[in-house]
């Protein structure tokens, strides 16, 4: 197989259609080269290779050396310079590149194919020695960090060391005979850390480089990176090689990064950063403060150092000119590298820029509009999960706060938490409950565990193209970022700021949005669900063909959403009900009677209660279907457990404390989920589903005289496994309705169906079907039964599970397809077999999760039914699975 692929120079041998072989960069650097932009020259070594040199226990088949000479020709022919030429050497850089972005997450090396006598060459086809000596510089303690995995410390120090003896503080400031001494100190460095000198052939350092690439795609942060991205282990990197070309020859040099849309905000507008006479790492890295790339922001941001579009206007205008081209080609905002080299312009990269998802979603809409994108385009083009960071609220602008400090509003939301300033700690205190928000002086990509355990992420340093600022966008956490008032003392644990002083743990909220740093807890509002939200869900509304139901039982989850977009309850829990205040004592004292009329008495003084809570549901429902489940779990979580509470009760009850622990014991059960629940429940006590079906038809009558609009109950009897069990339960409830309709003197249409939660009902659900009127497929417990994995102990090890790929995802998250599914499938085939217009409808958790709702398209239920926040999400999801 071929493994090598060129690109640059009127030469393309890939394209943007093959990200997965050649990687995202690579991909796109062939694509660049193909519609003609200036790319310099190099080729790719595609990711199969990546796999191999595993297999090959991390060494190359030698029918690699022959391909890698000919793109290294390729290079050579193009630039009119040879690798390793002492007269005027190619110099290359080698990068990694997947099929998707890890920023910052493998390895890079620049600068490669200097040595004693090319460094001679460069400083001579350059004219400038000075660049010459620090390119080698920064060459070598690139090669021995990344390739050599040598201490860095030791260089970093030895650079500080020699601008310390010469009474300098700016790298800049140090000459070129300074810097060929730093070589000197370096190669030194290199020997005594490596007992061997720094590889002088061309061609070792190439492919030393090469492994170290290929061998990042295993590093610890990389493979943190992929779990979190669910990014599979065997796609493996691309090499990228290419000619190097350099920001940092002087003044009409630069290098910069930008987006051809604001990422943050999705606003039609350039967006970018630079840097003149600077490599492109030091924009990256948030060493030296970027300038801005449009006037227009760095007027807005009261900068003075002139942005590109002032300093470099011919450049500028070409750079805008490229970012038309590669937005019409690409049909997507762009994230792009770009440098210049002694005036010219060169493109280093472009992809699909990330965004956060309020960018995400302006950039959608616009595009369609202006008919770049149709509009189920841009139902494809928001990811729903990100949708919940709209969703949630933002800082109430009227809200008392006080602000310690202002940074660069990086990633949008609001965010409060205890301040910690490290990333270790960030995930500990998080992994307890705690919301927290990690400080720091800049992040690396070791600290990604932390940022993506902590709520909000502040720094000290760094622009808005910094490491925090990209990862915690693409995370969709809130960040601040280069708040240089900020000081942090990870030793003491304390943070100061404008002469105050912030401990570990102390309260913290950021803005995102604004870049406002604050003390304390600042109050929030609601999220705007008008404007291009709203647009994109009428665009999604329209593609869909499930319904949208939510899980809701208080009027205020049920108005939420109403607001959201639900199209009716698809699960209304009623014990929720029962554990109020206020009711929790007829409740107990039903539980702890010992004969039915004691039990009916209980029941009699909930029943209005009952009555009450449906009548307000169906209101903000109105002429929505609602589906209210009778009451599923064990009886004894409604009594109390502890010592203390048993006497209140046993007052309250009028029971003596032995006689109510007594009954206690006796309800105790060694596994309550397998236990006496759900509709058995119901066979053995039918006055308490009684009472619930009857409170159901008051309310329903009740509202529909009252508004003349009838709602349309779906009573739902939980955790049926037999065709018998739900005919005696539809019985209770069929008899229930006759009561009321005869008493009121008036019939409101209903249906009767049951929960699909046990695996006995899903074989069994074509004789169900016969009885029950429609299925909604109870997920959560159906996962537990099927699985045999308690969905309240499965915490401790399932992890593990979905570490070690036994479970893709967390099974309880999203659908188990293979297993579960199938009954889901099989169920719905032998529902609808018996009964054609069964109404087929899915309630566990896994209604709100993009990729079971994907599931349920392909198995044609008729609703997903998701928790109030997520019915946007749900909606959304809906339409792209449809398309
Ligand atoms: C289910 O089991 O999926 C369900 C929705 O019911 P609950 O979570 O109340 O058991
Ligand atoms: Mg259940």
Request: proline share 5%.
């Amino acid at each position: 197989p071929r493994y090598v692929y060129r690109f640059g120079g009127g030469v393309s041998d890939g394209g943007r259609g093959d990200k997965n072989l050649l990687g995202g960069k690579g991909a796109n650097l062939a694509e660049m080269a193909s519609i003609g932009l200036p790319v310099p020259p190099g080729f790719t070594i595609g990711t199969p290779m990546c796999a191999r040199y595993y297999q090959e226990g991390e060494r190359f088949p030698d029918s690699l050396a022959a391909e890698v000479t000919q793109g290294i020709a390729h290079i050579e022919q193009v630039t009119g310079k040879r690798f390793g030429d002492p007269a005027d050497p190619l110099l290359v850089s080698v990068r990694s590149g997947a099929r998707v972005s890890m920023p910052g997450m493998m390895d890079t090396v620049l600068n490669l194919g200097l040595n004693d006598e090319t460094v001679q060459g460069l400083a001579a086809t350059s004219g400038d020695e000075r660049f010459a000596w620090d390119s080698y510089r920064r060459f070598i303690q690139m090669y021995a960090d990344v390739v050599l995995g040598l201490d860095h410390g030791a260089f970093e120090e030895a650079l500080e060391v020699a601008k310390e003896d010469r009474g300098l503080t700016l790298d800049t400031e140090l000459s070129a005979s300074d810097l060929q001494e730093l070589v000197a100190e370096y190669k030194q460095l290199v020997r005594d850390q490596w007992s061997r000198d720094f590889p002088q052939d061309v061609h070792d350092q190439l492919w030393g480089a090469v492994g170290a690439v290929f061998g990042s795609w295993q590093s610890e942060r990389a493979k943190v990176y992929r779990r979190l991205n669910d990014i599979p282990g065997d796609w493996g990197t691309a090499v990228n090689v290419q000619a190097m070309v350099f920001g940092n020859m002087g003044d009409t040099s630069a290098t910069g990064v930008a987006f051809t849309r604001d990422p943050s905000t999705g606003e039609r507008a350039y967006y970018g950063e630079f840097l003149i006479n600077a490599q492109g790492e030091d924009v990256v890295a948030g060493i030296r403060t970027p300038q801005y790339l449009t006037r227009a922001a760095r007027e807005a941001a009261g900068a003075k150092p002139a942005s590109m579009e002032e300093a470099m206007p011919e450049l500028y205008a070409e750079l805008t000119r490229v970012f038309d081209t590669l937005e019409r080609h690409y049909r997507d905002m762009q994230d792009i590298e770009f440098t210049v080299e002694r005036g010219q312009l060169w493109m280093l990269q472009t992809r699909s820029g990330k965004r956060t998802a309020k960018a995400a979603l302006k950039i959608a809409v616009d595009m369609a509009t202006e008919g770049l994108i149709s509009e189920q385009e841009a139902v494809l083009r928001v990811d729903p999960a990100a949708l919940d960071q709209l969703l949630h609220p933002t800082l109430d602008p009227d809200a008392p706060r006080d602000v310690l400090t202002k940074g660069l509003p990086a990633s949008p939301g609001a965010a409060s938490g205890a301040a910690v300033f490290d990333a270790d700690t960030a995930e500990k205190r998080a992994a307890a409950g705690e919301a927290v928000i990690l400080v720091r002086t800049e992040t690396s990509p070791e600290d990604i565990h932390g940022m993506h355990a902590a709520r909000g992420i502040l720094t000290a340093r760094g622009g808005m193209t910094s490491h925090a600022a990209v990862v915690a966008r693409g995370m969709g956490r809130p960040c601040v970022s280069g708040a240089g008032s900020i000081s942090i003392d990870v030793k003491t644990r304390v943070m100061r700021v404008a002469g105050r002083e912030v401990r570990e743990g102390d309260r913290l909220t950021i803005d995102g949005s604004t870049g406002e740093v604050m003390l304390g807890e600042v109050a929030t509002v609601q999220p705007e669900l008008a404007g291009d939200f709203g647009t994109l869900m009428e665009w999604a509304d329209k593609t869909r063909r499930l319904r949208v139901r939510t899980n809701a039982e208080t009027p205020a989850d049920c108005k939420t959403a109403h607001e959201f977009g639900a199209e009716g309850i698809g699960l209304c829990r009623t014990e929720h009900m029962f554990f109020d205040a206020a009711r929790i004592a007829a409740v107990r004292q039903m539980i702890l009677a010992s004969d039915e009329p004691g039990r009916r008495a209980a029941l009699d003084k909930l029943l209005p209660e009952q009555r009450d809570d449906f009548a307000e549901i169906f209101l903000v429902m109105a002429g929505l279907p609602c589906t209210i489940r009778l009451l599923d779990p064990p009886l004894h979580e409604f009594l109390p457990h502890e010592e203390a509470e048993f006497a209140d009760v046993a007052a309250a009850t009028g029971l003596d404390v032995e006689q109510l622990k007594r009954r206690a014991a006796e309800l105790h059960e060694f596994n309550p989920m397998l236990g006496h629940r759900g509709c058995r429940l119901g066979v053995t006590y039918p006055e308490i589903y009684e009472m619930q079906a009857r409170a159901i038809f008051e309310a329903a009558i009740e509202v529909a005289t009252r508004t003349g609009q009838a709602p349309i109950p779906e009573v739902m009897i939980p955790l049926v496994a037999t065709r018998r069990e739900l005919e005696l339960m539809k019985a209770v409830v069929d008899r229930a309705a006759e009561a009321v309709f005869a008493e009121k003197g008036r019939r409101v249409d209903y249906l009767v169906g049951t929960m699909i939660e046990l695996p006995r009902a899903a074989l069994r659900a074509g004789e169900i079907a016969e009885v029950g009127e429609f299925f909604s497929f109870g997920t959560n417990d159906l996962t537990q039964t099927t699985l045999g994995v308690s969905r309240d102990d499965a915490g401790r090890f399932l992890s593990a599970y979905v570490e070690q790929g036994i479970y893709a995802k967390d099974p309880f998250v999203s659908l188990d397809v293979e297993g579960v599914g199938e009954l889901v499938s099989l169920a719905a085939e032998r529902g609808r077999g018996t009964r054609p217009d069964l109404k087929l409808g899915i309630c566990g958790e896994h209604g709100g999760d993009p990729a079971s709702i994907a599931f349920c398209e392909q198995v044609g239920l008729d609703y997903v039914s998701a928790s109030p926040y997520r019915v946007p999400i749900a909606r959304l999801a809906a339409a792209q699975s449809a398309l």
